[in-house]
């Protein structure tokens, strides 16, 4: 179960760039995080009560490492990482986002004491060759620096907060730690939402609703609690590896769902990246 979570949660999250790219004409990024939050929480909150888990050590300080691994992670860079779909597509915004594998990788080895391995740095190397083959004239021969911008940002502030995952679980259990997650996005980014894109409006009601139910059930409800629970039981590196399958699986889910025809230099540029990954896992 503990590779296989990771690997469930890539599957459910390769959904997420096809489902944006096919409402990106209606949806506000900020408020749809909020939105996205808000979804995964309606499915999460029965659980947690029946569960009834909780808390451990509660301080000052536990909240603020769940707070900014929320903010951070699915909330300044799940927002990014829409953006980036936006002006991007689905299929080079992903393999640039995912590079967050290797933000977490280093925060990882640096602060928390994870072993550094020659495979890693390989495997980084790899993923780095991926990137550039997928972001040259990757997108129809337009790449926009804006869109790339908020892909880096989203691999920057995703790998930082899945540092702090490992941190915030000293402090609370999975179920606890996810739902904390989601209840913090949903209070910061639904009035930050409005306050800076406005509310959606009466042609885009429906279609944020739908893509914020798909991503959000999906992607936070299944994919945010199992990604945390294989943090705790495998750490970092290793659940950030494994769940370098999204960008691959992504490919599939942008063709198959919003009729965005991946360019072969995205897919090498994603199919490389995976191989690098594959690279950190399998070597000594």
């Known amino acids: 179960m503990d590779y296989i979570a990771p690997v469930i949660a890539s599957l459910t999250w390769s959904i997420n760039p096809a489902v944006i ?21 309606s499915l999460l909150i029965p659980f947690t009560i029946w569960a009834n888990p ?37 299929s080079l915004a992903v393999v640039v986002s995912y590079t967050y594998i290797f933000v977490s990788q280093v925060i990882a080895i640096v602060f928390l004491g994870e072993p550094l391995r020659f495979s890693v740095i390989a495997g980084s190397l790899m993923a780095f060759a991926g990137i550039v083959i997928a972001s040259v004239n990757g997108n129809g021969g337009r790449i926009s620096l804006n869109g790339l911008a908020y892909a880096a940002t989203a691999s920057i502030t995703w790998g930082i907060a899945t540092s702090l995952i490992k941190v915030a679980l000293l402090y609370a259990d999975t179920l606890t730690l ?24 009466e042609a885009d ?18 994919g945010m609690l199992l990604f945390i629970y294989s943090i705790n039981r ?42 690098g990954i594959a690279v950190s896992i399998l070597l000594p």
């Open 21 to 41: 790219s096919r409402y990106r004409d209606h949806i506000k990024p900020v408020l749809f995080t909020g939105f996205r939050a808000l979804a995964a929480l």
């Open 54 to 90: 909780g808390l451990t050590g509660f301080t000052a300080t536990s909240i603020i490492v769940v707070m900014l691994s929320a903010v951070l992670g699915p909330g300044v860079g799940d927002a990014s990482y829409t953006r980036a779909i936006q002006i991007l597509g689905g």
């Open 178 to 201: 996810t739902v904390m997650r989601l209840g913090f996005i949903a209070i910061f980014f639904i009035p930050a939402g409005l306050i800076v894109e406005g509310g959606p409006g």
């Open 205 to 222: 009601s429906r279609p944020l609703i739908k893509a914020s139910l798909i991503t959000g059930v999906l992607g936070w409800s299944i």
């Open 234 to 275: 495998i750490g970092v590196s290793a659940t950030a590896v494994a769940t370098a399958l999204t960008p691959v699986l992504s490919q599939l889910t942008v063709k198959l769902l919003s009729r965005e025809k991946p360019t072969l230099k995205t897919l090498a540029g994603a199919l490389l990246i995976s191989s």
